[in-house]
T-cell receptor
Framework: ETGVTQTPRHLVMGMTNKKSLKCEQH?????MYWYKQSAKKPLELMFV???????ENNSVPSRFSPECPNSSHLFLHLHTLQPEDSALYLC??????????????FGSGTRLTVV | AQKITQTQPGMFVQEKEAVTLDCTYD???????LFWYKQPSSGEMIFLIY??????QNATEGRYSLNFQKARKSANLVISASQLGDSAMYFC??????????????FGTGTRLTIIP
């Protein structure tokens, strides 16, 4: 398998549920990211991990909890979400630190609906 | 202030025509990179083209070219000979020099392009 894989593709959860989003990259990249994409808003960076260490938390509410056990896997643990958290959650990876034109490789996203 | 501005929320273009998607950016860094991504209805963000701030030539990738006007801080995407499969959201993004090391990208709000048969 190649690229960035996100599971599940779709998720419907109640406000009291606990669920996790998974992201896996097979590109040998050293950085991974979570972005939130809501309708009519720019992509919002949530978390950045470099070499498994969190280097950025963009003022994300504590009901979102990231985990990066190794440089190939990234999780987003969700609990007591609000309806406004419904969005497309995109995972991306990159080879950070090179300054080259690699940009990001994105997964297909998880479409989350909070009911 | 927004760092990436895409002023066209939606565009309709006849098939086989060329289309220009606008992007302006704001940065005080001398070194930066500009990216365009395509997002079909499936949700995946697909990398299209990259322009470095020190690149003197406009970037080209097949039917995609980037019209880079540094003094005006614009990085418009040009798609030649549009096809029905080009219908998607298109995002302009920027990586600033201060972000080398974590490669953080800032995105615009996007332009929804619809190709009409």
């Amino acid at each position: 398998e190649t690229g960035v894989t996100q599971t599940p593709r779709h998720l419907v959860m109640g406000m009291t549920n606990k669920k996790s989003l998974k992201c896996e990259q097979h590109l040998g990249h050293n950085a991974m990211y979570w972005y939130k994409q809501s309708a009519k808003k720019p992509l919002e960076l949530m978390f950045v991990y470099n070499f498994k260490e969190q280097t950025e938390n963009n003022s994300v509410p504590s009901r979102f909890s990231p985990e990066c056990p190794n440089s190939s896997h990234l999780f987003l643990h969700l609990h007591t979400l609000q309806p406004e958290d419904s969005a497309l959650y995109l995972c991306a990876s990159s080879q950070a630190g090179t300054g080259e034109s690699y940009g990001y490789t994105f997964g297909s996203g998880t479409r989350l609906t909070v009911v | 202030a927004q760092k990436i501005t895409q002023t066209q929320p939606g565009m309709f273009v006849q098939e086989k025509e060329a289309v220009t998607l606008d992007c302006t950016y704001d940065t005080s860094d001398q070194s930066y990179g500009l990216f365009w991504y395509k997002q079909p209805s499936s949700g995946e963000m697909i990398f299209l083209i990259y322009q470095g701030s020190y690149d003197e030539q406009n970037a080209t990738e097949g039917r995609y070219s980037l019209n880079f006007q540094k003094a005006r801080k614009s990085a418009n995407l040009v798609i030649s000979a549009s096809q029905l499969g080009d219908s998607a959201m298109y995002f302009c993004a920027m990586r600033e020099a201060s972000n080398i090391g974590n490669e953080k990208l800032t995105f615009g709000t996007g332009t929804r392009l619809t190709i009409i048969p």
